[in-house]
């Protein structure tokens, strides 16, 4: 991981495997044991000296450690790659450099030195650009490593319940989301994605994106569906917040996505202060109103959401499938690193037939069990 401090992806994943789900000793927890634990960096409010005396696993000073605990034969079941937080340079289309691809390169030279892989989970995107993501995945398919990756979003829960009918004859999909460019305009593309895989004839790949922002994205309109956008803006819980007119004061940017089939899809990006949530609508042919659902997350602690995903990751590393195919990750982490050349490049329609990434969906999302009780972000 790149550090572990209170409510860092590491603390809302891995203290799942030490606290149980609830963060507090109280509830179930998965059928896993942390063993060992790599951080890459230690800031003043770091957790894993203190775990490590509290719950008996290793703190090491390299991966390679980590994974073969001393002796000369892998020494684990299943590795975790969470690289998320920190202090990292920015690239110079403005994203963060995570050290996801060294994580992973590292992790795959053990496999080779021991001849022996094990199933691996990345944290969210696989990299901030396309060349460290395809190494990642040509390696893994090279290596036979099962790998999984991506982010709590498609597991949680729906306002409402609802899923993308297999095989429908979806032809178009708006997504809103908030926050961060990156890091959280990926929850949004993949949660456009979970959905959108799920069409008739399954995933083809994308053939080309384009960033706009502000005016020019209502000037754009013409290239998604309003209604499909109307229905996304209507369901979103915290609409009741916002006063007057989207279009007329809101400067959001867009992500624009063409796919192959011709489907379509445009993910808005920042929808104001007090729209902190994850929307997707999509409209079928031959279905007169466009369905929409918010991917609703427990914004407090412990952050339930996350349980979803602790929990496809142990049945991953239990049977050595992985729920979900890597190639979604694969590909939207491929369509945001084009999004960001993109917006380097001013907004340039970008083609992109290295994204001709096909694949079947293999996971179904099922309504979860309600979500435990929340308590404030600086409580433990």
Same mark, same amino acid.
């Given at each position: 991981?790149?550090?572990?401090? /209170?409510?860092s992806?590491?603390?809302v994943?891995?203290? %799942?495997?030490?606290?149980?789900?609830?963060?507090?000793?109280?509830? *179930?927890?998965?059928?896993?044991?942390l063993?060992s634990?790599?951080?890459?960096?230690?800031?003043?409010?770091?957790?894993?000296? !203190?775990?490590?005396?509290?719950?008996?696993?290793?703190?090491?000073?390299?991966?390679?450690?980590?994974?073969?605990?001393?002796?000369?034969?892998l020494?684990?079941?299943?590795?975790?790659?969470?690289?998320?937080?920190?202090?990292?340079?920015?690239?110079?289309?403005?994203?963060?450099?995570?050290?996801?691809? +060294?994580?992973f390169?590292?992790?795959?030279?053990?496999?080779?030195?021991?001849?022996?892989?094990?199933?691996?989970?990345?944290?969210?995107?696989?990299?901030?650009?396309?060349?460290?993501?395809?190494?990642?995945?040509?390696a893994? /398919?090279?290596?036979?490593?099962?790998?999984?990756?991506?982010?709590?979003?498609?597991?949680t829960?729906?306002?409402?319940?609802?899923?993308?009918?297999?095989?429908?004859?979806a032809?178009?999909?708006?997504?809103?989301?908030?926050?961060?460019?990156?890091g959280?305009?990926?929850?949004?593309?993949? =949660?456009?994605?979970?959905? =959108?895989?799920? +069409?008739?004839?399954?995933?083809?790949?994308?053939?080309?994106?384009?960033?706009?922002?502000?005016?020019?994205v209502?000037?754009? =309109?013409?290239?998604?569906?309003?209604?499909?956008? =109307?229905a996304?803006?209507?369901?979103?819980?915290?609409?009741?917040r916002?006063?007057?007119?989207?279009?007329?004061?809101?400067?959001?940017?867009?992500?624009?996505?063409?796919?192959?089939?011709?489907f +379509?899809?445009?993910?808005?990006?920042?929808?104001?202060?007090?729209?902190?949530?994850?929307?997707?609508?999509?409209?079928?042919? %031959?279905?007169?109103?466009?369905?929409?659902?918010?991917?609703?997350?427990?914004?407090?602690?412990?952050?339930?959401?996350?349980?979803?995903?602790?929990?496809?990751?142990?049945?991953?590393?239990?049977?050595?499938?992985?729920?979900? *195919?890597?190639?979604?990750?694969?590909?939207?982490?491929?369509?945001?690193?084009?999004?960001?050349q993109?917006? %380097?490049?001013?907004?340039? +329609?970008?083609?992109?037939? /290295?994204?001709?990434?096909?694949?079947?969906?293999?996971?179904?999302?099922?309504? *979860?069990?309600?979500p *435990?009780?929340?308590?404030?972000?600086?409580? !433990?």
């Amino acid at each position: 991981m790149t550090h572990y401090t /209170h409510n860092s992806h590491a603390d809302v994943i891995v203290s %799942k495997l030490l606290q149980t789900y609830t963060l507090d000793g109280r509830g *179930p927890r998965p059928n896993l044991q942390l063993v060992s634990l790599y951080a890459d960096q230690f800031p003043g409010n770091d957790l894993s000296r !203190q775990l490590a005396k509290e719950h008996g696993f290793k703190l090491c000073d390299t991966i390679a450690e980590t994974l073969l605990l001393g002796g000369k034969e892998l020494a684990v079941d299943g590795v975790l790659l969470i690289g998320e937080h920190g202090k990292y340079p920015e690239s110079d289309t403005g994203q963060i450099i995570y050290p996801r691809r +060294r994580f992973f390169e590292e992790t795959a030279a053990v496999f080779r030195q021991t001849g022996k892989s094990v199933p691996v989970f990345a944290d969210k995107h696989l990299a901030w650009n396309w060349e460290d993501a395809k190494w990642i995945y040509d390696a893994a /398919h090279e290596l036979k490593i099962p790998l999984m990756a991506g982010s709590s979003v498609p597991g949680t829960w729906r306002h409402p319940a609802l899923e993308m009918r297999l095989g429908a004859p979806a032809r178009e999909a708006v997504g809103l989301s908030f926050g961060p460019l990156e890091g959280y305009g990926y929850h949004g593309l993949e =949660a456009i994605q979970c959905l =959108a895989e799920r +069409r008739r004839g399954g995933e083809t790949g994308v053939a080309a994106v384009q960033f706009v922002e502000g005016d020019e994205v209502w000037n754009a =309109a013409g290239r998604f569906d309003m209604g499909v956008f =109307a229905a996304a803006a209507n369901a979103r819980e915290a609409k009741n917040r916002f006063k007057g007119e989207l279009r007329d004061a809101l400067k959001p940017a867009a992500f624009f996505i063409e796919y192959i089939d011709g489907f +379509r899809a445009v993910l808005v990006h920042d929808m104001g202060a007090a729209n902190s949530e994850w929307v997707v609508a999509w409209s079928e042919e %031959k279905r007169a109103e466009p369905e929409a659902t918010v991917f609703w997350t427990q914004e407090a602690r412990p952050l339930g959401h996350f349980t979803f995903l602790v929990q496809a990751i142990e049945k991953m590393f239990q049977s050595g499938v992985p729920e979900w *195919p890597v190639e979604r990750t694969l590909l939207t982490t491929g369509i945001l690193a084009a999004i960001f050349q993109s917006r %380097k490049q001013g907004g340039t +329609r970008i083609e992109t037939p /290295h994204l001709a990434i096909a694949y079947q969906p293999t996971f179904t999302w099922t309504e *979860p069990d309600s979500p *435990p009780a929340g308590r404030a972000f600086d409580q !433990q």
